[in-house]
T-cell receptor
Framework: AQKITQTQPGMFVQEKEAVTLDCTYD???????LFWYKQPSSGEMIFLIY??????QNATEGRYSLNFQKARKSANLVISASQLGDSAMYFC?????????????FGPGTSLSVIP | DARVTQTPRHKVTEMGQEVTMRCQPI?????VFWYRQTMMQGLELLAY????????DSGMPKDRFSAEMPDATLATLKIQPSEPRDSAVYFC?????????????FGPGTRLTVL
C-alpha cells in the first residue's frame, strides 16, 4: 500500500540558511505524483511544489526545490535562504494508481522553525 | 488569483446541533474533496466528488455526516447531530481531474468546535 514517511517531527534552521525536509514514500506504481504542502500557523494548506514519477529533472519553484531520488523513493524538499515566514508545518503527499489516482496520501508532517 | 473559498471560517456550537459547512471550488475544477484534520489523526479524507457526483464517502461517519454538491460552484458538508469528537478543522480542496499530475488546492478551512 502507498505510504509516506516524514521522519523529522521538528526542525530548526537559521534565517538565510538552506534546509532539507525529508520524505520517503512506498508504492508499487510506476506512475505517481509527489506534492509538498505548507501549513502555517494560520491553518491554510498551501501547495508548494510537484514532482511526477516520470520527470527527468528535479522540480523547482522559486526558493523551493525537490531532491527526487526515484531509486531510493525519496522526495526531499529543499528550501533555500530560509525566511521567518517559512516557519510552518510541511506535508509531503502522493497520489497514484493504488488509490485510483484520486486520493492523496499525506505524510505526518514536519514542523519547521526558522530562527532569526 | 483563483482560490477555494470556505464558510464559515470558525464555528462554535453545542452538542446535538446541526452544522453546515460550505465550499466554493475553483472555477473549472471538476473534483472536490472534503478533509478533516485533527492532531491525533492528521488529515483524513471524508468524501469526494467528480462532476458533482459522489465517488467515495467511505471516510465519513454515515449516520451523522452528509456531503452534497447542489451545483458546480457549491459543495456542502453537514453534521447532524454534532458531537464533541467532531471538533476539528475541515478542509475543502478542488482539482481539475483524476490523473496523478493533478494538484489539489485547499481552502482556508473551517475550524469547528463542538461543546
Amino acid at each position: 500500500a502507498q505510504k509516506i514517511t516524514q521522519t523529522q517531527p521538528g526542525m530548526f534552521v537559521q534565517e538565510k540558511e538552506a534546509v532539507t525536509l525529508d520524505c520517503t514514500y512506498d508504492t508499487s506504481d510506476p506512475s505517481y505524483g509527489l506534492f509538498w504542502y505548507k501549513q502555517p500557523s494560520s491553518g491554510e494548506m498551501i501547495f508548494l511544489i510537484y514532482q511526477g514519477s516520470y520527470d527527468q529533472q528535479n522540480a523547482t519553484e522559486g526558493r523551493y526545490s525537490l531532491n527526487f531520488q526515484k531509486a531510493r523513493k525519496s522526495a526531499n524538499l529543499v528550501i533555500s535562504a530560509s525566511q521567518l515566514g517559512d516557519s510552518a508545518m510541511y506535508f509531503c503527499a502522493m497520489r497514484g494508481r493504488e488509490t485510483s489516482y484520486d486520493k492523496v496520501i499525506f505524510g505526518p508532517g514536519t514542523s519547521l522553525s526558522v530562527i532569526p | 488569483d483563483a482560490r477555494v473559498t470556505q464558510t464559515p471560517r470558525h464555528k462554535v456550537t453545542e452538542m446535538g446541533q446541526e452544522v453546515t459547512m460550505r465550499c466554493q471550488p475553483i472555477l473549472g475544477h471538476n473534483t472536490v474533496f472534503w478533509y478533516r484534520q485533527t492532531m491525533m489523526q492528521g488529515l483524513e479524507l471524508l468524501a469526494y466528488f467528480r462532476n458533482r457526483a459522489p465517488l467515495d464517502d467511505s471516510g465519513m461517519p454515515k449516520d451523522r455526516f452528509s456531503a452534497e454538491m447542489p451545483d458546480a460552484t457549491l459543495a456542502t458538508l453537514k453534521i447532524q447531530p454534532s458531537e464533541p469528537r467532531d471538533s476539528a478543522v475541515y478542509f475543502c480542496a478542488s482539482g481539475k481531474g483524476e490523473f496523478f499530475t493533478d494538484t489539489q488546492y485547499f481552502g482556508p478551512g473551517t475550524r469547528l468546535t463542538v461543546l
